[in-house]
């Protein structure tokens, strides 16, 4: 009988755990080499902004138009992907994301680029991240096992934070050595590389669909899952506002207390690859640490995503803010290995990636409002009353989904345990024997 194609030979399994298959180490591989990409373009997106004469409004603005296009397309992009090979629609995603990183890099290097032009091509990257991260998460979701998925989620999201450490460090010293533009042509390569290793990625262990309604029916199937579970739609409401807030906070506010209190791009990058730090040692303690109530847990690790808004609002000393970002990256961390976990024991393999995609959309709905309006809620109550706001609201937001009997109760399901298959008393085999 032929070896199950997505796991690892004898030989490799000696070298890597043996729930590791190949599309997990892919996986892991390529977002690794798109972390230590993007992190460092974020930064130089903004700075790219700040140094060709726009305001603080214009970088939200930028960071708008990156997530805009995560709203509009992000549904279409789950059901496309619980229906097309999903490593397909990855690639795809990545080839787009890599020709406008390019483009944008360019742009920059060229001189004098205008605000139009890099709304533009930050929508087209946004574009692709949307058709992206649905494919991704399913992908990711249906290539470990429920008795490994804690674990394999935890090194998963432990390698790809540990490269945005690298990329966001790396990225701050570039920018501050040689410009934001070059740090945005090694985001378009890393996008090449990424995409080229996801070609490989193996399908044939997902069973095929049978036909359904078209799209339209895909997406109902997957809202069905989505209202039919209050902890599911909940917690997404939360992170709505979560997301949106943290988003303003990081994207807009961040780079100008930097430039304004904190000395330029390098330090704002080094908070940034200390909220990393965190991530690395949430995930290496969700390796070891199985919490019984996974929701719960997670839920109140989110209170601390409050604290860098409050260390910028202050502003804090350089090393207190990565102490703050160390916390709340941690903290995030056993969140989001929790929540992984969860969607993993609840949701149905063929409908990863649509559920995944109104994950996604209700987290950034409220993520290009946010980041718009952050400029003008500056001129309007001042930056710091402003980021305590953000503070305020990630608190509320959290404490209000500790109310939903669900998210205090859901509890980790044992793995299931398949009982053995014996011959029956005849000198043929049986069916269910062979």
Request: glycine share 12%; charged share 10%; with cysteine.
């Amino acid at each position: 009988m032929s070896r199950p194609p997505n796991l690892p030979s004898p030989t490799r399994a000696r070298r890597r755990p043996a729930w590791a298959g190949r599309n997990y180490t892919l996986l892991t591989g390529a977002a690794v080499i798109t972390n230590l990409g993007s992190h460092g373009a974020l930064i130089a997106a903004a700075f790219a902004v700040l140094e060709s004469g726009g305001s603080g409004g214009d970088v939200g603005l930028v960071a708008a138009a990156r997530t805009l296009p995560l709203v509009l397309f992000l549904l279409i992009g789950g059901a496309l992907a619980d229906r097309l090979p999903r490593h397909r629609v990855m690639v795809a995603a990545n080839a787009l994301n890599c020709v406008s990183q390019g483009a944008f890099a360019l742009l920059v290097l060229a001189g004098d680029p205008q605000l139009w032009q890099m709304m533009l091509l930050t929508a087209l990257c946004g574009t692709g991240t949307a058709f992206f991260n649905p494919a991704a998460e399913g992908m990711l979701l249906s290539s470990v096992s429920g008795e490994h998925a804690n674990r394999a989620f935890a090194l998963f999201r432990m390698a790809m934070n540990g490269a945005g450490i690298g990329g966001a460090a790396l990225g701050g010293a570039m920018i501050a050595a040689i410009g934001p533009g070059w740090v945005l042509a090694v985001d378009a390569l890393a996008f090449a590389l990424a995409g080229a290793l996801r070609a490989f990625l193996d399908v044939g262990h997902v069973a095929e669909r049978a036909p359904g309604g078209g799209l339209l029916a895909d997406l109902r199937e997957g809202w069905v899952e989505v209202r039919t579970r209050p902890w599911l739609w909940s917690i997404v409401l939360q992170f709505s506002v979560v997301v949106a807030v943290v988003g303003a906070a990081e994207a807009v506010y961040g780079p100008l207390v930097a430039r304004d209190q904190l000395g330029g791009p390098a330090p704002w990058g080094l908070a940034l690859a200390c909220f990393g730090v965190g991530t690395i040692g949430g995930a290496v303690l969700m390796m070891v640490w199985k919490p019984r109530r996974l929701l719960l847990v997670g839920t109140l690790c989110v209170f601390p995503l409050a604290l860098p808004s409050a260390g910028l609002a202050v502003p804090l000393p350089v090393w207190a803010l990565c102490a703050v970002m160390f916390v709340s990256g941690a903290a995030i961390e056993v969140f989001g290995v929790n929540w992984m976990t969860t969607m993993h024991q609840e949701i149905p393999e063929e409908k990863f990636s649509r559920v995944s995609a109104y994950d996604w959309f209700g987290s950034v709905s409220m993520l290009p409002l946010a980041t718009a309006l952050a400029g003008p809620a500056e001129s309007a109550f001042g930056r710091a009353p402003s980021l305590w706001g953000c503070a305020v609201l990630v608190v509320v937001g959290t404490a209000a989904v500790l109310f939903v009997p669900d998210v205090r109760n859901m509890t980790r399901k044992p793995p299931a345990v398949k009982a053995p298959v014996l011959p029956t008393p005849t000198d043929s085999p049986s069916p269910a024997t062979v």
